[in-house]
């Protein structure tokens, strides 16, 4: 079942240490196929160099195990919110990876501030509020999706131009077109946190790039008019 | 004696050069049999790729050579206080990680800053007092170990939950549940510490998360409720 | 067609990763035949590891396709920009590696602060002004060559002596005697940028060397009285 | 000729690399015969994987080549100065390696500040002077050398207890008991100068260590009460 799909998630998920983007087993990517409405994601505390496609779990949205022997991701329920609300994604990676989650500890989000982060995301990548006891205590990990899906409507941010969040005092989530590329974007979040860090550190408070600056190098490769790449090339 | 023993912590010393957690011969790992009372540690100042079973050192909790024609590390008297006052804990390990030593050379703790830091360590990280005149001048490495207890006695803090300790001006310790698990608490302190500092330079004095998240995400994992990973799959 | 330059360029291109230089395709290295009056490019977006010599694409000085199946760097107009106005040049690169990076998102040049820099560049490496929003939206890529010339002929750099420059929230430039010697100058400038960055940090604003310490190593190296390496012999 | 010298001083050079220690050909390493006063030397701007026991160039203590077809190091003045002067010192190395160039370019000297510092450097690594013009344009490299020997002698420090210095606005020189100790130092040197200026940003101007652990740390591994090792194992 959904062999294909399975097959790329696991892939995606050896991206990750192929990467240096995990320690240990901190990090999962999952996959949706949005005809079926059922997700494939890493099952939850197996290290990397054990897994095999036959170890992806199958769960529908609402959580059931519908294929596998193992416990899903405990961050299953947070893919899930994101799935039902951007529709457009078919790929989702969690990581502790170091910058970002620097700036996460801090309740700090990473400034727009060279055509690096421009390249890939349209604007700050955000960051959630802090959670509350309540949020904390019943479905953390389904409210964690809701704070994230809050922040996106509250701050009227698209989630297709903005394919990253960081979740307050925990660390990111990125998303993307497929399992391979939202863990492409996890990889650039963490060089765009690194280099908004130093940069921050050099003139504090003062980094932002220009809008149209920012415009420029977004539509550059998104959209109609993109015309990086061998897109436009019959 | 003690085959298996000492085969674990071998394999757990070279854990240390794999996981880029030491330079040179600068960290020691041991491990202690509950029922016989008797330790087993690296040797003093031997290169880690020379190292075979048959070096490992074996002491009683006298600090006497039990087994082994080499000198047992300088730091054995240390980890040997530690093993009689952390009555559960099996193994550990030094090192002098350079984040971890940043924060001991700067004689603060660890603050717990978020969900990394919290699914391992209930809380900070402690750093000792600085030592006095006569603890370092006599029994030293005892005595290192003794601040150690102390800091827990005074702080309430409980070594089964914080299985890790900065050593003011020196270093960490850390230990665990076998002398692997210990080396895994290393990698994960030195990763936190990292992580805690970069956090601090983004917002100085201000980055502890909230108790109620350091509870959740430490209970996710220990304790008799623990979800996380396939410890409660039938 | 300008075989050896092709193989130069791909030879130099595929320098970047080995130096750990770029994320993805994030980066492009070109070459000139002075005599053709022909620049010999990597094509846009294609990954490393898959570049063929045969998938270089050779432009003319007004960006006319001359030779080649795919589409050239999009960063191609401001490397003609490079060619056509520092005549002495013969290779390009353009990086985003991650210090040279910090400090064009924080606007500031790198100040020579040791005989590393003066041992290559002959001064500070410039950053450019903000580009305006007229730059920005008509012929992007060439206004960034235009304002590049504009920094080295406003402040009096010889671009001979100072192979570098920072584009502005952009990234770096350097250039060189050939693509390889563009590389190994893109080398030293994001090790330059990361040792000046720290310095900052322990002394800000105070870390510019002498002007007769910078005179003598770049003397040292470069021009008619070198003494460095082996050129001097027999 | 000093055919044993020759391949210890080439296999201490081809440790630079290894340890991470040099970018290019940026860095260098000697070795002496205290009975012939020869120096041996790699030669200067000669890539690390090229390099062979036959290229190493034999100096005498006027710098005269005793043997050898290449140009010894340019900074061959500066390891002539250290071995007249420093009597017990076997062998030196250069290099610029990032974080001792960072303090050094910051003309700030390298605060003992812990024990991994004290285990090997008897105080903190202290920086030159700012040379003179004078000294710059006549002489230079000789001159660099007679600036480290007037801040061992005016700060009363014993080059065999620091065998480490920083060069203003250059870089480190460390020495020790042969050519291979000599790097050992200066991996040890980049170490320390690391976690002194994490230490440093998170306590600033306040991290120096009490004297009698440094005492402590010092002795225990050096002198005739060293206990640290299997030098006492009979």
Redo the contacts between chains.
């Keep these: 079942m959904l062999e294909d799909l399975k097959e790329q998630v696991l892939k995606a998920n050896l991206l990750l240490p192929e990467y240096h983007m995990v320690?240990?087993t901190?990090g999962n990517v999952s996959g949706i196929d949005r005809n079926k409405n059922l997700v494939v994601i890493k099952?939850?505390?197996?290290d990397y160099n054990k897994m095999k496609t036959s170890d992806m779990v199958i769960v529908d949205l609402d959580g059931n195990i519908v294929e596998g022997d193992?416990?899903p991701s405990?961050d299953t329920p947070t893919h899930l919110v994101l799935y039902k609300n951007f529709s457009n994604i078919l790929g989702i990676v969690h990581t502790?990876s170091?910058?970002a989650?620097?700036?996460?500890?801090?309740?700090?989000s990473i400034p727009a501030?060279?055509?690096?982060h421009a390249d890939y995301f349209y604007g700050d990548i955000p960051v959630t509020r802090?959670?509350t006891?309540n949020e904390?205590?019943k479905n953390?990990e389904k409210q964690t999706g809701d704070v994230i899906v809050e922040t996106f409507k509250q701050n009227n941010i698209n989630p297709d131009e903005v394919p990253a969040v960081l979740v307050n005092?925990?660390?990111p989530f990125t998303w993307g077109t497929s399992p391979k590329n939202a863990v492409?974007n996890a990889?650039?979040l963490e060089?765009v946190a690194?280099?908004?860090?130093?940069?921050?550190?050099?003139?504090p408070h003062n980094?932002k790039?220009?809008q149209?600056?920012l415009d420029?190098h977004f539509r550059?490769k998104h959209g109609k008019n993109a015309?990086?790449?061998?897109k436009?090339?019959s």
Tied chains: 1, 2, 3, 4.
């Design positions: 320690t240990f901190w099952p939850s505390g197996v193992l416990n405990s502790h170091p910058w989650v620097s700036f996460a500890q801090a309740g700090l501030a060279g055509t690096t802090p959670m006891e904390i205590e953390y005092d925990h660390g492409h990889v650039v060089q690194e280099m908004a860090y130093h940069s921050l550190q050099l003139k980094i790039m220009d149209i600056l420029k550059r015309y990086y790449g061998q436009n090339k």
